[in-house]
């Protein structure tokens, strides 16, 4: 079974630029995350997909950050602009109903994005 | 302010010997408790995890204790293996909502 697949796996821009991350979950996986991990630190929650809906955006920071998930299966993170200091890995990953519960969460590689 | 926390960024064991990873929390919402392991350029992959209604879990080399008046969570891994050796992070869920992660610790196995 193929796991999460991302892409980019590395992307370096200039700041004020824009970058665009694409996610395809575990088939059938009806829940997606994206998480940004900084240098020394856990993931962090960005948004939370049950289908196409986005059931938690509360950490994603509205006013350069936008996701989508068309028809409920791959996904998109776009910043536009870019800032130095979102300069970190972005990380997708999948659930399942059943697994959901069980807390099971499966991730992606991540990309890792360099803001210069 | 940080809801799940592991104070010990790194922590080296021997080959063979019991390697103990810890992790407190301050919420006492979350209700279900895991652990990953995450190897350089790759992403987490999840380890085991414990339900709020017990304080033990078991598999394999990994065992998971939870003491929930004490908001801590440790993670046992016996025997250690070299192959071990990676960054394990703590994570809590709501209902299997929201998951918040530690910061990591970084776990060396020394053959």
């Known amino acids: 079974e193929a796991g999460v697949v991302q892409s980019p796996r590395y992307k370096i821009i200039e700041k004020k630029q824009p970058v665009a991350f694409w996610c395809n979950p575990i088939s059938g996986h009806n829940t997606l995350y994206w998480y940004r991990q900084n240098l020394g630190q856990g993931p962090e929650l960005l948004i939370r997909y049950e289908n196409e809906e986005a059931v938690d955006d509360s950490q994603l920071p509205k006013d350069r950050f936008s996701a989508e998930r068309l028809k409920g299966v791959d996904s998109t993170l776009k910043i536009q602009p870019a800032e130095l200091g979102d300069s970190a890995v972005y990380l997708c990953?999948?659930?399942?109903?059943?697994?959901?519960?069980?807390?099971?969460?499966?991730f992606g590689p991540g990309t890792r994005l360099t803001v210069t | 302010d940080q809801q799940v926390k592991q104070n010990s960024p790194s922590l080296s064991v021997q080959e063979g010997r019991i390697s103990i990873l810890n992790c407190d929390y301050t919420?006492?919402?979350?209700?279900?408790f895991l652990w990953y392991k995450k190897y350089p350029a790759e992403g987490p992959t999840f380890l085991i995890s414990?339900?709020?209604?017990?304080d033990k879990n078991e598999d394999g080399r990994f065992t998971v204790f939870l003491n929930k008046s004490a908001k801590h969570l440790s993670l046992h891994i016996v025997p250690s293996q070299p192959g071990d050796s990676a960054v394990y992070f703590c994570a809590a869920s709501d209902y299997g909502q929201n998951f918040v992660f530690g910061p990591g610790t970084r776990l060396s196995v020394l053959p």
């Open positions: 414990i339900s709020s209604i017990k």
């Open positions: 990953a999948s659930s399942s109903w059943k697994e959901v519960g069980a807390g099971e969460q499966y």
């Open positions: 919420n006492s919402m979350f209700d279900y």
